[in-house]
Antibody, heavy 120, light 107 residues
Framework: EVQLVESGGGLVQPGGSLRLSCAAS????????MNWVRQTPGKGLEWVSY????????YQAPSVKGRFTVSRDNAKNSLYLRMNSLRAEDTAVYYC?????????????WGQGTLVTVSS | DIQMTQSPSSLSASVGDRVTITCRAS??????LAWFQQKPGKAPKFLIY???SLQSGVPSKFSGSGFGTDFTLTITSLQPEDFATYYC?????????FGQGTKLEIK
């Protein structure tokens, strides 16, 4: 059974940093593209970042480019999102999601999400 | 960015009804469109990809159609478990964007 389990969310002050993790199991992690998607009540679902199976190709949403960094450790079956210079508008539930199909740019399995709250 | 606009934003229907949700893209996305179902407090569930292909395990009561900029999700014979929020997502062009959602409620 495919499982994705996020961790690392919490309360952080504006300008602060946080690192999210996603532990994958039930599939060959190193063979799949992975993504981070976030959800806020106000803006709905927003794709955040994509990383290819090897980690060589990375794409980020314009709203987080230069502040967030996605990475992966295929030996540990883990995906990461390093978030710097956090803003109030980054407050959201963050999901890791497995890429589907040839493009890897839609998402067939999602974790349960981890809540990030940016507030003073 | 490509804007994805869903209509209606909310919809009331009865058990047994057939409903259709529309998703319009601000520019062509060819056939790179997916649909998701989300229930409160849960992650989205992958239903349909490439406009009309059903994900494994998704019942055939769900169907999708369209091409280019205009797409629809149809759900037949509504059951209580189908009442949820539905989102479309384009994956033709970076950044990959979602519609704002359509909340399907029991009448």
């Amino acid at each position: 059974e495919v499982q994705l389990v996020e961790s690392g969310g919490g309360l952080v002050q504006p300008g602060g940093s946080l690192r999210l993790s996603c532990a994958a199991s039930g599939f060959t992690f190193g063979s799949y593209e992975m993504n981070w998607v976030r959800q806020t009540p106000g803006k709905g679902l927003e794709w955040v970042s994509y990383i290819s199976s090897s980690g060589y190709n990375i794409y980020q949403a314009p709203s987080v480019k230069g502040r967030f960094t996605v990475s992966r450790d295929n030996a540990k079956n883990s995906l990461y999102l390093r978030m710097n210079s956090l803003r109030a508008e980054d407050t959201a539930v963050y999901y890791c999601a497995r890429g589907f199909g040839l493009t890897g740019r839609t998402f067939d399995y999602w974790g349960q999400g981890t809540l990030v709250t940016v507030s003073s | 960015d490509i804007q994805m606009t869903q209509s209606p934003s909310s919809l009331s229907a009865s058990v047994g009804d057939r409903v259709t949700i529309t998703c319009r893209a601000s520019q062509t996305i060819r056939n790179y469109l997916a649909w998701f179902q989300q229930k409160p407090g849960k992650a989205p569930k992958f239903l349909i990809y490439d406009v009309s292909s059903l994900q494994s395990g998704v019942p055939s009561k769900f169907s999708g159609s369209g091409f280019g900029t205009d797409f629809t999700l149809t759900i037949t014979s509504l059951q209580p478990e189908d009442f949820a929020t539905y989102y479309c997502q384009q994956y033709n062009t970076y950044p990959y964007t979602f519609g704002q959602g359509t909340k399907l409620e029991i009448k």
